[in-house]
C-alpha cells in the first residue's frame, strides 16, 4: 500500500467519504450507495473499494465502530469531516473559478 | 489417473498473472475449472463449460482478510480455495465491476508486488551480466586446444548439453526480465491488461523447461560416469618410468628438495586423492594430489637464513594422459599450456609476452618439457611424449625452500618406508 499521506482525494475516495460523511456503514453498503448516488456515473470495485478503506483508516479518516461476522461498519473522525469539508471547499473554487473563466470569455 | 482432472505442466511464468488470468478464463470456457496452482503443475476440475467466467489474480499480503474477502463477494467475486502466494478470484456475472476501477488504487494495491519485482530484476540483471561477462572471454577465445579442454573436463555429451542448457536458460531468462519490466511499467501506470494470448508462450516454455531438464540430466550423468578412485597402493605412473628427472631441469631445486626429504619427518599425507577416469579423447587420465607437512617446530635454513615458524606443508597435484592419437596429445597439452600461461601473466607471475617456447626446456626423451615457477609461487610442469602427457603443480609456503618434486614413485615410496 502507499505509505504516502494523502493530499488530493481522487474521485471514488471524494464520494467514499461523502457516504461516511452522511451515516455509519458498513463497507459492503458503499458501492451501492455511490451507484445510486452518481446514477451508475462512478462504479467501484471491490479492489479499489477496499484499498481506499484501508488507506482512511491508515489515515485516521475513518474508524471502526462495530462488526457483524465479516462486515465491519465504519464512521466518519474529525480528521475525515475536516477533509471531506476541505476537498468539498476545494472542489467548490474550481467549479467557480471555471464559471468566472466562462464568463469572462462568453462561454460556459 | 481421473478423467474429470487434468494435471498440466504450467510454465508461464510464475509471476505473470495477466497471462495466467487469460490461460484459466479461457480454461473454464472449456469446461476446466482451477483447483489448485503451483509452481509447475496447475491442477483442473471437470465441469460445464461457463464462457462468461473471469478470473482476476492479486499477490497475496499476510494473513488472509475476513473484510476483504466480504467486499470482493459482495461486488460478485469469490475466492478459489487454493494455497499459494496468489489470491485468485473469479466471477461469472458479467455485470460485475473489475477489481480495480481506477490506476490509483490499483497502483497503491500492487506497490509492495512491483517492488519486489524490481528488487529481483535488478538482482536478475547483475546475475545475468555477470555471467555473460564471465564466460564471454572463454567463448570468444575458442580454439582447438580450449575445446578439448572442456572435453575432457566434462565430457562430449555433456559438452553439447551444455549449449542447450545456456541457450534455454538465456531465453527463459530474458523473457523473464521483459515480462516483468512490463508488469511494472503497467503497475506504475495503474493499468493492467485482460485477455493476453498465453497459448504460444506456454507451448515455448514447456519445450524450453524440458530440454533444460533433458541438459541436466546428461550434464549429471556425464559428471558421475567413467570415475574409479585409487588407493595409494594402486597408484602408479602409466609411463615405465618418469620421462625427466627434477635434476634435468632444475638441479638446484632438486638438491634442496632431496635435502630435504632427508631431514625431515613427513606425516602421512592428509587429503590424497587419486582417480582414474577416460572419456572420448584419452583412454586413461589419471589425477592424483596431496598434501603433506612436517609438523616440526620452527626449523632454520642456512642456505636462506630464514627460520620457518609455521607448519611446512606441500600441496601437489598431478595429471597423466594417454590420448588416442598423438595430435589430441599436443593440441590439448598446447590449450592446457596456454590457459595456465594466461592466468599465470594475470596474476603476475609471468611476464606478459610467456608462450610455449619460453617456457620450453631442454629435456632428452621428451617431445615437449616446460617449465616455470620459482620458490616464492606454485611451480608448473609439463611433459609430452608421443601420446603420452603428463602435467604437474606444486604449491608450497610462500617463503618455502620445498620446490617441485619430480620424482612421485621415490616420494611416495619413500613416504610408504618411513610409515612402516
Known amino acids: 500500500m502507499s505509505k504516502k499521506p494523502l493530499e488530493i482525494l481522487t474521485e471514488t475516495m471524494f464520494y467514499v467519504l461523502m457516504a461516511f460523511y452522511r451515516q455509519e456503514m458498513c463497507g459492503t453498503e458503499i458501492a451501492r450507495y455511490v451507484r445510486e448516488l452518481t446514477k451508475g456515473e462512478v462504479s467501484m470495485g471491490p479492489g479499489t473499494l477496499y484499498t481506499i478503506l484501508s488507506q482512511f483508516q491508515r489515515e485516521d479518516l475513518i474508524e471502526k465502530t462495530g462488526s457483524e461476522g465479516r462486515k465491519i461498519t465504519y464512521a466518519i473522525t474529525e480528521r475525515g469531516r475536516q477533509m471531506y469539508q476541505s476537498e468539498l471547499r476545494r472542489l467548490r473554487r474550481c467549479l467557480a473559478d471555471a464559471e468566472a473563466a466562462g464568463a469572462e470569455r462568453g462561454k460556459l | ?420
Open chain 2, 1 to 420: 489417473m481421473r478423467k474429470d482432472r487434468k494435471y498440466v505442466f504450467e510454465t508461464l511464468m510464475y509471476r505473470d498473472f495477466e497471462r495466467r488470468e487469460s490461460y484459466y478464463t479461457d480454461m473454464a470456457a472449456e469446461g476446466w475449472y482451477l483447483k489448485k496452482y503451483g509452481l509447475c503443475v496447475t491442477v483442473f476440475e471437470r465441469g460445464e463449460p461457463e464462457p462468461g467466467r473471469r478470473y482476476r489474480l492479486l499477490p497475496k499480503k499476510g494473513t488472509p482478510d475476513p473484510e476483504k474477502r466480504e467486499l470482493f463477494l459482495a461486488g460478485g467475486w469469490k475466492q478459489v480455495e487454493a494455497s499459494g502466494s496468489w489470491d485468485i478470484y473469479y466471477t461469472d456475472d458479467s455485470s460485475a465491476e473489475e477489481l480495480f476501477t481506477d490506476g490509483i488504487s490499483y497502483r497503491s494495491y500492487m506497490a509492495d508486488f512491483s517492488g519486489g519485482e524490481l528488487l529481483w530484476l535488478i538482482i536478475f540483471l547483475v546475475t545475468g551480466i555477470w555471467m555473460v561477462y564471465g564466460n564471454l572471454s572463454a567463448l570468444l577465445l575458442f580454439k582447438p586446444g580450449t575445446w578439448m579442454m572442456a572435453v575432457d573436463e566434462v565430457g562430449i555429451c555433456v559438452l553439447a548439453a551444455m549449449p542447450v542448457f545456456l541457450i534455454c536458460s538465456g531465453g527463459l531468462w530474458i523473457d523473464y526480465f521483459i515480462t516483468s519490466a512490463g508488469i511494472i511499467r503497467r503497475i506504475k501506470h495503474g493499468t493492467v491488461r485482460h485477455g493476453l494470448s498465453w497459448k504460444r508462450k506456454t507451448r515455448i516454455g514447456r519445450i524450453a523447461t524440458v530440454l533444460i531438464l533433458v541438459s541436466l540430466a546428461v550434464v549429471l550423468a556425464g559428471s558421475l560416469s567413467g570415475r574409479g578412485d585409487l588407493s595409494r597402493d594402486e597408484l602408479q605412473n602409466f609411463h615405465a618410468e618418469h620421462p625427466v628427472q627434477l635434476e634435468e631441469i632444475d638441479p638446484s631445486a632438486n638438491r634442496v628438495i632431496q635435502r630435504c626429504i632427508r631431514t625431515n619427518v613427513w606425516e602421512d599425507p592428509n587429503a590424497f586423492e587419486a582417480s582414474v577416469d577416460s572419456n572420448v579423447l584419452f583412454r586413461n587420465k589419471i589425477t592424483v594430489s596431496y598434501t603433506v607437512g612436517d609438523g616440526k617446530p620452527p626449523m632454520y635454513h642456512p642456505e636462506t637464513g630464514i627460520t620457518d615458524f609455521i607448519y611446512n606443508q606441500m600441496d601437489y597435484q598431478a595429471r597423466y594422459y594417454e590420448a588416442r592419437s598423438e595430435r589430441i596429445a599436443r593440441i590439448f597439452l598446447e590449450g592446457v599450456i596456454s590457459e595456465d600461461i594466461r592466468s599465470a601473466v594475470r596474476s603476475g607471475d609471468l611476464p606478459s609476452d610467456t608462450d610455449m617456447n619460453k617456457i620450453q626446456r631442454n629435456v632428452r626423451g621428451v617431445d615437449y618439457a616446460g617449465y616455470y615457477g620459482n620458490a616464492d609461487t606454485a611451480q608448473h610442469l609439463y611433459l609430452r611424449r608421443g601420446r603420452y602427457i603428463e602435467i604437474a603443480s606444486y604449491s608450497g609456503m610462500e617463503d618455502s625452500r620445498y620446490l617441485l618434486s619430480r620424482d612421485l614413485d621415490k616420494f611416495v615410496k619413500n613416504l610408504q618406508r618411513r610409515l612402516l
